[in-house]
């Protein structure tokens, strides 16, 4: 049986849909999970898809992926320009894990600019709205078919 594609979400991610659609999409986060699960499927894969306002709660899911995921997929949201604890999880990774972002940090505010997550991922999509996570899932699936 083939290990499950992990999407982990960070902080105020929940919320998506309900403010700054102008940014972020009018997607929630229950529309974008029903996307990738319906993507994954028709190409054979199940998705592990979870949320957390808590560092050290992704930190743990990064570090269950370790054992469990064949690949991961991963909007840090804030923690993206914060956490090396986040980079240093990633670090461990054998598997392909990918950075994602719904607007383009690079266009946003100078607090954005960094990301101590690029530095721990195969690759980065950031940009397209709720389609980013489509992009996300299509680079690992490509990298994980036979
Ligand atoms: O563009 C992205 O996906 C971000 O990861 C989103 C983060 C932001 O801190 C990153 O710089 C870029 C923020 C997520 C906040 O999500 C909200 C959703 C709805 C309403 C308010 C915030």
Do not use: W
């Not at 998705?47 to 909007?75: C, H, P, T, W, Y």
């Not at 986040?86 to 960094?114: G, M, W, Y």
């Not at 990301?115 to 721990?120: D, E, L, T, W």
């Not at 195969?122 to 980013?132: D, K, L, P, R, W």
Request: aromatic content about 6%; glycine content about 6%.
């Amino acid at each position: 049986m083939t290990k499950p594609i992990y999407i982990l979400n960070g902080p105020n991610l929940n919320l998506l849909g309900t403010r700054e659609p102008e940014i972020y999409g009018a997607d929630t986060l229950a529309d974008i999970k029903a996307a990738c699960v319906a993507t994954a499927k028709t190409a054979g894969f199940a998705i592990e898809f979870r949320q957390s306002n808590i560092e050290g709660e992704l930190v743990d899911m990064i570090q269950e992926a370790r054992a469990k995921a064949s690949a991961l997929i991963i909007n840090p949201a804030a923690y993206t320009h914060t956490s090396v604890a986040i980079h240093d999880a990633l670090k461990t990774l054998d598997i392909p894990a990918v950075e994602i972002h719904l607007s383009q940090p690079a266009k946003r505010e100078s607090f954005r600019q960094t990301s101590y997550v690029g530095q721990a991922v195969m690759g980065t999509i950031s940009g397209f709205g709720a389609n980013s996570y489509q992009l996300g899932l299509q680079a690992v699936i490509n990298l994980l078919k036979p």
